[in-house]
């Protein structure tokens, strides 16, 4: 059993020594391979190195001779390459901008529409969370549009619709959360930000009809105006109680077993009470 053990370690070692020895050989060859000032064999490996999924590798050979094979035969497939190897190593911003500049360049080329497809495709991967700044969630939309309304056939649209769904998603799911946070901040400044959430309301509403917010919206706007009533001043009470019942009338119509309906009616009935109280 000693023996079996001391041979399992001792051929562990020997995997070891062959696998750091080649990790030596292929960091060699790839450094003879930067020296060199042969483009041809860069390129040939280049290539080979981005079918192996070697992509850092494969970017780092494409960049030493894309300005010297510049407007010959290969350099087209060179570019695309190069612009896929950002996106294999996840640097989406950069690959976006390859992308694009491949089918800018490029636009007679057979690679153009998959070019133009993963510019914005390389900006839908780049987008962040739905709670921070959505620059480029807007461009990625903007791109995969653009890319759909010109190749309306193409065998990438489904991909394409996709990514948008789940961007529209995010920003519907954003404008949301901005929307309640003006609600939530009243109590710092209660007036001005019921207002500034009712308007935020209005605008989700507009913008986002179909959305499964949309109930929950229609509730708040009804609790909103009914509390920016209670702290007007009383010129302005009577107009804003009553236009709380109206949001209320507009709700119960679109929601008759609405999941709020039993809040909403417990505020109608207290904006009837200070109504009456008002006209005596």
Same mark, same amino acid.
Request: proline share 1%; charged share 25%.
């Given at each position: 059993m000693y023996?079996?053990? #001391?041979?399992?370690?001792?051929?562990k070692n020997i995997l070891f020594t062959v696998l750091i020895s080649v990790l030596l050989a292929s960091c060699s060859d790839f450094r003879k391979l930067q020296k060199s000032?042969?483009?041809?064999? =860069?390129?040939?490996?280049?290539i080979k190195y981005y079918e192996s999924k070697d992509y850092y590798?494969?970017?780092?050979?494409? &960049?030493?001779?894309?300005?010297?094979?510049?407007?010959?035969? =290969?350099?087209? =497939? /060179?570019?695309?390459?190069y612009a896929y190897t950002y996106y294999y190593e996840e640097s989406y #911003? #950069?690959?976006?901008?390859?992308?694009?500049?491949?089918?800018?360049?490029?636009?007679?080329?057979?690679? /153009?529409?998959?070019?133009?497809?993963?510019?914005?495709?390389?900006l839908f991967k780049d987008s962040p969370r739905y709670n921070l700044e959505q620059t480029s969630t807007k461009e990625a939309i903007v791109a995969l549009q653009g890319f759909i309304n010109r190749y309306p056939s193409s065998e990438f649209v489904p991909k394409a619709e996709d990514a948008l769904n789940e961007l529209q998603q995010k920003l519907e799911k954003k404008a949301?959360?901005? /929307?309640? #946070?003006?609600?939530?901040?009243? =109590?710092?400044?209660?007036? &001005?930000?019921?207002?500034?959430?009712?308007?935020?309301?209005?605008?989700?509403?507009?913008n986002y009809p179909d959305s499964e917010y949309? &109930?929950?919206i229609r509730y708040l706007e009804i609790e909103a105006m009914y509390k920016l009533a209670d702290v007007s001043i009383q010129s302005k009470k009577k107009e804003r109680f009553t236009e709380a019942l109206d949001y209320y009338q507009d709700y119960i119509e679109d929601y008759p077993s609405g999941e709020y309906l039993r809040k909403a009616e417990d505020i109608y009935e207290d904006a009837l009470n200070k109504l009456r109280k008002l006209n005596i």
């Open positions: 023996l079996c053990t #001391l041979m399992r370690i001792s051929s000032d042969d483009w041809e064999k =860069k390129y040939d490996a280049a590798r494969s970017s780092v050979l494409l &960049e030493q001779i894309l300005p010297i094979i510049k407007g010959s035969a =290969k350099a087209e =497939k /060179a570019n695309f390459i #911003l #950069l690959a976006s901008h390859y992308f694009k500049t491949f089918y800018e360049t490029y636009g007679r080329s057979d690679f /153009a529409e998959e070019a133009r497809f993963m510019y914005g495709y390389s949301y959360e901005n /929307a309640l #946070l003006y609600y939530k901040l009243r =109590k710092f400044m209660t007036g &001005e930000y019921l207002k500034a959430a009712l308007v935020a309301f209005d605008n989700f509403q507009n949309i &109930e929950e």
